[in-house]
């Protein structure tokens, strides 16, 4: 009878107690100009973060210069703390790889290397050691995606530096067809998962059952070491006539909020424009579905996401670092959170 006790008793702590990771949290920062704002910086000292994942610039392809540019590239007005590293952060637009050939792969892969070391050093380091690609790659373009990853991981300038990639949700569930990028780690990217130009009440921005479909039997699986990303940001969505018009970056909360300006549909997340807003470049009638992230919204979001990934040393990121967005969170917010994982 004592062995049986013994024996249960060794199968409830075998099965009853998971394995917790051990987590690094910190934020992305995307906007096009860096300033040491001190709040932002309390956050990152608060958290206790190593690095700042800081997007350097997107490229696309010119077809007046036929070649990939960068665009809207980081300006550093002041140098990052000295304590915090930089992850810098080069997003590509997924069709440049559709066309491309291996000598423009090459010529990339170099250019890449070299703007990402002048900006690192704009922002007063002296080196890192990883830099993200952010592409939401497709089946078509796969293959050239990933040998522009073997190119870039090719380049002195990159010697003994980690490669790492995001990795959106579809990527994870259709893995065979998508195929695993040639690095050792990656992002999972868990926002921007719902069907963004589709008129109704959605929040596209975060959807539970999307991750259920795409990640909850796919997710243990997936053969790279993961970070993981959540958002803490909000957006206006633009519909005119039911019809997809934008985002908008000129409606906030507040004017949301002010009946002169909207009316809400019933108690869902859409809002009637009463009057025209040419500033928004919007039109009395449009509809704007008002996208944002709750407390509630990341404390489910990461209780899900620890039962189903693997346990292992990983970086928590939010996206972004933003004063006016950590004013809906509070510290025990995200505290709550970094410790579900």
């Excluded at 809207?72 to 304590?83: A, E, G, H, R, Y």
């Excluded at 596209?204 to 259920?212: N, Y």
């Excluded at 009638?285 to 990934?309: C, K, M, Q």
Aim: aromatic share 12%.
């Amino acid at each position: 009878m004592r062995k049986i006790s013994i024996l249960v008793i060794s199968i409830f702590f075998l099965f009853g107690c998971k394995q917790k990771s051990i987590v690094h949290p910190t934020f992305y920062f995307w906007r096009t100009n860096y300033k040491n704002k001190k709040v932002e910086t309390d956050y990152l000292e608060k958290f206790k973060s190593k690095s700042l994942y800081v997007r350097i610039m997107d490229v696309d392809f010119n077809p007046d210069f036929q070649q990939d540019v960068p665009i809207s590239p980081i300006k550093f007005s002041d140098p990052l703390p000295k304590t915090i590293g930089i992850i810098p952060v080069v997003f590509l637009v997924n069709h440049i790889f559709k066309d491309i050939d291996s000598s423009r792969i090459k010529s990339l892969a170099t250019r890449i290397a070299v703007f990402v070391d002048a900006k690192v050093k704009q922002a007063g380091k002296t080196d890192y050691s990883e830099l993200q690609i952010d592409c939401d790659w497709t089946k078509t373009t796969r293959d050239k995606y990933f040998n522009f990853l073997n190119q870039l991981q090719a380049q002195p300038l990159l010697k003994n530096k980690t490669i790492s990639v995001t990795l959106r949700l579809h990527q994870v569930k259709n893995k065979s067809t998508s195929g695993i990028p040639p690095v050792k780690k990656a992002m999972l990217m868990c926002y921007n998962m719902g069907n963004l130009r589709k008129y109704g009440e959605q929040n596209s921005i975060l959807d539970q059952r999307e991750m259920d479909i795409y990640l909850k039997d796919y997710l243990r699986n997936y053969p790279l070491n993961l970070d993981v990303a959540l958002p803490i940001f909000e957006w206006a969505v633009v519909f005119r006539n039911k019809e997809y018009a934008g985002i908008s970056k000129r409606i906030t909360k507040d004017q949301i909020n002010d009946k002169n300006l909207f009316k809400q549909k019933g108690h869902s997340i859409l809002y009637d424009l009463l009057i025209d807003n040419p500033a928004a470049g919007l039109k009395r009638g449009d509809v704007i579905r008002w996208e944002e992230i709750s407390a509630g919204d990341l404390f489910t979001t990461s209780n899900f996401l620890s039962r189903y990934l693997k346990p292992e040393e990983r970086n928590l990121v939010f996206y972004h670092l933003d004063t006016d967005l950590l004013k809906h969170f509070t510290d025990e917010d995200f505290q709550k959170v970094i410790a579900n994982f």
